[in-house]
């Protein structure tokens, strides 16, 4: 098929690209356009489950947008929702997107948009580097987090493209089929132009949310306001639905209005195993099982996933194995505590942040 | 007296020094966190830090184990969004940021994509570039921190993810980048710097032991060694205590041999 634009021909090599047409969807401003002029307009009750919102919203093929930052307020039920939903062909994008690693070895998604896949100081993720080794993900572009988030910016103020002093100089830029190496107009310097991008779906956790999708984000938004003007389908999962007058009596954080919001799911613990801002920590016994022995090989994501995913039904289902394995109610309450004190929501002192790795180091 | 200062906590020690009281402190997770949390407690007290999900100006805390958690937004007066936070030294408000990889070269060019191979066919592939392109880019000051050995100070890099002074002399400008890129780089051998004219990397100062040809056995280039080289002296006491009992309590990164992650 005939791509629809003209990407950067290098990158097209470099990536091998045959087929640019798979590209196109991502940077298409005009039917971005067309999509939100026939959004419903009405103020009317977008509330649906977990289980509806992925099976109606993400199709095969879509352009799927990492949110939170990998592992906060990253609604990471959605992508396990997706894993048992058994979507397919899947694009992933995000600064980061740390969560394709995962989603990407249950055959959901076979192509990325990359700019961080990692867990920081948990190291590096053995299982995307193999699954891109052997062909299973196909890299479509390489990104910076701050270029990729001019990209979302510009889509959200309706800018075609941006231009900026990133990736200047660095291999990306060859490796990129929407980034272009041009001057600025007016000083004749060297910019990186950035083309507005528009991903398929979003999943954007909110702490509170009306039932209209009017929605406050409280911590560090990342990308996520960016995300929610950006993508062509939008919907809010949140802790709380709370009254439309909650919205209107205290707009602190509010960041996303209904109009642009497709749908609203009710998730509390959505984000577990990572953590919502306000709400609860992220599980690091979890996080250290899936970096040192899930992501090891094809064999032990496999069961991973089957115990963590495929055996579970909902994020309920999940906390109660999660609950189960390391000490039930007074685990979640620690959660809860932990995420408080280290925000100073409520007295720290006494509480022990001290974590010991739970696989012996002899593994 | 305390036990001496192991090669973490004297490399924790050294990144502090390179911090100047009142200056905005972009910072990653892991020993920069950690330097840079004892320049506050020691001689650099008004710094800023601000970190790359958003988190600004967090409230003192414990030590953050991620960029994006709570600890870099504890009790901060506003978050900034991701974009909006590279926007902030695009625009000249981060004096320092600090930057590890896995492959560091002469003109402080960094790798973070993959190692032994092409972008097809490496033996490892790494994180990729997260903030790390954009604040080589746009912060006024680059201090690069690592593990000095010759695979990781290569001659030539696998790929150039984030840019240092590019080929040396004045490409970095040319190229259209923003600030001084890397100013330092510092390993567990000492300081390093770059010549001012061709910016290849130099022998600034060397830690206690360390002697300009252990530092050049462990880099895949030739350093340039000055006539005059400085001496590092170890954390006094005091300092080490402050390290080890209000930074870094439990030991999280600056144990050594390292702790299990």
């Known amino acids: ?363 | 007296m305390s036990t001496p200062a192991n090669p973490f906590e004297q490399l924790a020690y050294n990144i502090s020094l390179q911090i100047q009281d009142g200056q905005i402190v972009y910072v990653g997770t892991g020993l920069p966190m950690v330097g840079a949390m004892l320049a506050k407690k020691t001689h650099a007290p008004n710094i800023t830090m601000v970190y790359e999900s958003g988190g600004q100006d967090p409230w003192e805390g414990p030590m953050p184990w991620s960029v994006g958690g709570a600890a870099t937004f504890r009790r901060a007066p506003m978050n900034m969004e991701m974009a909006h936070s590279f926007a902030m030294a695009a625009n000249g408000f981060v004096d320092i940021a600090f930057q590890g990889a896995a492959q560091i070269d002469m003109y402080g060019n960094l790798n973070t994509h993959f190692i032994g191979g092409g972008f097809w066919d490496f033996r490892s592939r790494l994180t990729g570039s997260g903030g790390g392109n954009d604040l080589s880019s746009l912060s006024e000051n680059v201090i690069l921190v690592g593990l000095q050995d010759p695979t990781k100070f290569p001659a030539k890099l696998e790929f150039l993810t984030s840019p240092g002074h590019l080929t040396g002399g004045n490409s970095r400008r040319e190229a259209g980048l923003l600030g001084n890129g890397p100013v330092a780089c510092v390993t567990q051998i000492g300081v390093m710097d770059f010549d001012p004219e061709s910016k290849w990397m130099r022998i600034k100062g060397l830690n206690p032991g360390m002697t300009p040809e252990i530092a050049q056995a462990c880099t895949g280039f030739e350093l340039i060694v000055p006539e005059q080289i400085e001496h590092i002296p170890t954390p006094s006491d005091d300092i080490l205590q402050v390290l080890r009992e209000v930074v870094d309590p439990h030991g999280i990164f600056i144990t050594f041999p390292p702790r299990v992650k």
């Open chain 1, 1 to 363: 098929m005939p791509s629809k634009f003209t990407y950067n021909e290098e990158a097209l090599e470099n990536l091998r690209i045959e087929d640019a047409s798979i590209l196109d969807r991502l940077i298409d401003d005009e039917s971005f356009r067309e999509g939100n002029l026939r959004k419903h307009r009405g103020k009317i009750d977008k509330r649906i489950t977990l289980q509806e919102a992925v099976s109606k919203y993400v199709n095969d093929g879509d352009i799927v947008a990492d949110t939170g930052f990998s592992y906060v307020r990253t609604p990471m039920q959605v992508f396990f929702e997706i894993l048992r939903q058994k979507k397919k062909d899947l694009q992933f994008i995000g600064s980061p997107n740390t969560n394709q690693s995962y989603v990407a070895w249950a055959g959901c998604s076979k192509y990325s948009h990359n700019s961080y896949i990692g867990a920081e100081m948990r190291g590096t993720d053995r299982n995307y580097s193999r699954m891109v080794k052997d062909g299973r993900v196909k890299v479509l572009s390489e990104w910076s987090h701050g270029s990729m988030g001019l990209g979302f910016k510009a889509a959200q103020y309706g800018a075609p493209h941006i231009a900026c002093k990133q990736l200047l100089g660095s291999e990306m830029l060859k490796y990129n089929p929407f980034v272009k190496l041009s001057r600025d107009p007016w000083s004749n310097e060297p910019v990186v132009l950035v083309s507005a991008l528009h991903p398929d779906v979003v999943f954007i956790h909110c702490q509170q949310a009306d039932r209209f999708g009017n929605a406050k984000i409280s911590g560090p938004a990342v990308n996520d306001i960016a995300l929610a003007y950006a993508c062509r389908k939008v919907i809010i999962t949140c802790e709380e639905v709370v009254p439309e007058l909650v919205m209107r009596f205290d707009t602190k954080d509010t960041c996303i209005p209904f109009m642009i919001v497709d749908a609203v799911v009710e998730l509390p613990f959505g984000c577990l195993p990572g953590c919502c801002p306000g709400y609860y920590y992220w599980s690091r016994e979890w996080w250290e099982w899936l970096m040192r022995i899930g992501l090891k090989s094809d064999e032990s994501i496999g069961s991973f996933l089957d115990y963590w995913v495929f055996n579970t039904t909902d994020q309920y289902s999940f906390l109660e194995k999660l609950m189960g394995d390391l000490g039930g109610l007074k685990y979640l309450n620690n959660l809860k505590r932990l995420e408080k004190a280290e925000e100073y929501l409520i007295e720290d002192i006494g509480v022990d942040f001290s974590y010991e790795p739970v696989i012996p180091k002899t593994e």
